[in-house]
Every structure is written in structure tokens, then in C-alpha cells.
């Protein structure tokens, strides 16, 4: 079945930090992949995505590239902000799912210290 | 615009109680959604609306929930009786149903907007 396995958290990192939070999955042929964000008192919000392989989603300096090869989504960012802390959660949805069906990883929560 | 509304943003109920919980999504979207995340695991898919029909609710635990939508605007999820591996944060989500052209057939908006959950605790 469908899976994704992310990194077990906390992740603490001091600002300006690197930060890499690791995601592998599961799924037959091609899913489309993503990273959420929730940030505290708020509701999941998608921060990147990607739809094919060796594709690279980017947003608010934070990136992730789809490899077929070694089925990950890691997440980037090359300095971090104390504004970044929150849970992250890498998602896929399934190849010809016409609807929001995501399976989620667990989540990761990044704690940035000034 | 005013975004996905979910209340309570708590609830503390006794196992063997019933609990509804309420999602407004934002105005306009056909797709609603109801996820769950139990005792810090992941993220998983209860159901899926398309207004106010039930289009896929493999995800629904078992008969203790049920979610409705009447009208095809808010919905709501019921868990009745209650039991303790039912705590959680409750997350619905909405989307906007976009249609592409004729003989196109639907084609979903695939930004999905959620709702900051509702943290349910069973004693």
C-alpha cells in the first residue's frame, strides 16, 4: 500500500541554521508529492510540491526534489528562521487519484532557537 | 475571504458520550474533507465530499462516526458512543471544484485548504 516515512522529531536547530528533514515513500508508479506546514494555533497549510519525478518544488526558501530512485522528498531550507518553527508533514497522493486523497507522514516539528 | 472554520477547537468528552464536531468550508468549494491525526501519528483520510454527496469514506473508522452535509455547506462529523482511541485532532479541508471545458470532464483545484482541527479528548 501507499506510505510515507518521515524523520522522527523534535528537529532543534539554531537560527541560520541547514536544516534537512527526510522523507521517503511508498506508492506504485508516479504519486505527486508534498510538504504541509502547520504552523502553531493553525491549520495545515502546503508550503511545496512536486508532480514528477526530478521535479523540484520551491517556496519561501525552502525546497524539495522528487527522486524516483531512492523514492524521497527531503525538505530543505539553508537558513532558518525562528519563524519556521512548526510541524512539517510530507504527503502523497496516489497516480490517478482525481481527488485529495493524501497519505501523510507523521510529522516532524522543528524548533528554531534565536 | 474568510478561510476553513472548525469548532470546537476542543472538546473533553467521557467515553460512551456523543460529540459532533462542525467544519465551515470556505464559500464556493464543492470538496470537503475530513482527516485524523491520532496520538501524534500521521495525518489519515476519514471522507470526501463533493457538496453535499459522499464520494469516498473508506477511511471512516467504523459506524460509531458519521458525517453529514446537508445542503452541500458546512458539515458536520458525529462520533457516538465515544471511545478513548477515538482522541485526536480532527482536521477537515476544502477545495474548489474547477471544470476545465466541455467533454473535459471535473478537474480538482488541488490546493487544498484546511481548517486548524479540532483537538478532541476522550476520557
Known amino acids: 500500500g501507499n506510505s510515507v516515512t518521515q524523520m522522527e522529531g523534535p528537529v532543534t536547530l539554531s537560527e541560520e541554521a541547514f536544516l534537512t528533514i527526510n522523507c521517503t515513500y511508498t506508492a506504485t508508479g508516479y504519486p505527486s508529492l508534498f510538504w504541509y506546514v502547520q504552523y502553531p494555533g493553525e491549520g495545515l497549510q502546503l508550503l511545496l510540491k512536486a508532480t514528477k519525478a526530478d521535479d523540484k518544488g520551491s517556496n519561501k526558501g525552502f525546497e524539495a526534489t522528487y527522486r524516483k530512485e531512492t523514492t524521497s522528498f527531503h525538505l530543505e531550507k539553508g537558513s532558518v528562521q525562528v519563524s519556521d518553527s512548526a510541524v512539517y508533514f510530507c504527503?502523497?497522493?496516489?497516480?490517478?487519484?482525481?481527488?485529495?486523497?493524501?497519505?501523510f507522514g507523521t510529522g516532524t516539528r522543528l524548533l528554531v532557537s534565536p | 475571504e474568510a478561510g476553513v472554520t472548525q469548532f470546537p477547537s476542543h472538546s473533553v468528552i467521557e467515553k460512551g458520550q456523543t460529540v459532533t464536531l462542525r467544519c465551515d468550508p470556505i464559500?464556493?468549494?464543492?470538496?470537503l474533507y475530513w482527516y485524523r491525526r491520532v496520538m501524534g501519528k500521521e495525518i489519515k483520510f476519514l471522507l470526501h465530499f463533493v457538496k453535499e454527496s459522499k464520494q469516498d469514506e473508506s477511511g471512516m473508522p467504523n459506524n460509531r462516526f458519521l458525517a453529514e452535509r446537508t445542503g452541500g455547506t458546512y458539515s458536520t462529523l458525529k462520533v457516538q458512543p465515544a471511545e478513548l482511541e477515538d482522541s485526536g485532532v480532527y482536521f477537515c479541508a476544502s477545495s474548489q471544484q474547477r471544470y476545465w471545458g466541455p467533454g473535459q470532464g471535473p478537474q480538482v483545484d488541488e490546493k487544498l485548504f484546511f481548517g486548524s482541527g479540532t483537538q478532541l479528548s476522550v476520557l
Open positions: 464559500s464556493g468549494h464543492d470538496n
Open positions: 504527503a502523497l497522493l496516489p497516480m490517478n487519484t482525481g481527488f485529495q486523497k493524501l497519505v
